[in-house]
């Protein structure tokens, strides 16, 4: 059974710092992961789709790697600014298909 | 070009109450899900429908809860009896034919948000 994890659970930094977001998964087995942003009180905003074949994926100042065979993506935030203020969450789909598997996300806050 | 929308944005029920959340795809998009969250977790894969059809309910509560997606107007996520437990965001997305298996993104609404009291 699939699982996604996502550490840390809460981030506070001051702007300007470069950061990193963790999330793992159990099943190897995946056909993409993606990343998105949810706004308090809002839905959720695709930031980056990794297809398994792919290594890294970027847009602006973010940056989204996969290493499949250890389980884990990581999501690079460049310079980072107080609208980068919100919660992330990754997520995998469950087999080949449209249900997925959501980590409980990384509440990050960005002090100015 | 507007996105999935989903209404009402808020809504408050009494326990026992029935609540119904409106989901309206992207046009041209013919595939909906329907996602809880629970305050504090991660969004929880509840059902996936077609027109007319529902595909998947493996992640829907067997009792009290249902949904349905005509051939005309929008999804409708039904809730019956609501308790506490209920009080919850729920999301709902939707895709082109393919879905996320061919890589295409899931697009998501802003969810509505039931708060039983």
């Known amino acids: 059974k699939q699982e996604v994890t996502q550490i840390p659970a809460a981030l506070s930094v001051p702007e300007g710092e470069n950061l990193v977001l963790n999330c793992s998964f159990t099943d190897s087995a995946i056909y993409n992961l993606q990343w998105f942003r949810q706004d308090p009180g809002k839905g959720l905003t695709s930031l980056l789709l990794?297809?398994?074949?792919?290594r890294e994926q970027t847009s602006g100042r973010l940056n989204a790697s996969l290493d499949k065979s250890s389980g884990r993506s990581t999501l690079y935030i460049a310079a980072s600014q107080p609208g980068d203020s919100a919660t992330y969450l990754c997520a995998v789909p469950m087999d080949s298909s449209y249900k997925l598997i959501f980590g409980s996300g990384t509440r990050l806050l960005v002090r100015p | 070009n507007a996105g999935v929308m989903q209404n009402p944005r808020h809504l408050v029920r009494r326990r026992g109450q029935e609540a119904r959340l409106r989901c309206s795809p992207m046009k041209g998009h013919s595939h909906v899900y329907w996602y809880r969250q629970l305050p504090e977790e991660g969004l929880k894969f509840m059902v996936y429908l077609q027109k007319e059809n529902i595909i998947d309910e493996s992640g829907m509560p067997k009792e009290r809860f249902s949904a349905e997606f005509p051939k005309e107007g929008p999804s409708i996520l039904r809730i019956q009896q609501v308790v506490r437990g209920d009080s919850a965001a729920y999301f709902c997305?939707?895709?082109?034919?393919?879905?996320?298996?061919?890589?295409?993104?899931?697009?998501f609404g802003e969810g509505s948000w039931l708060t039983v009291v």
């Open positions: 990794i297809q398994s074949s792919q």
């Open positions: 997305a939707s895709s082109p034919e393919t879905g996320t298996y061919s890589g295409n993104t899931i697009y």
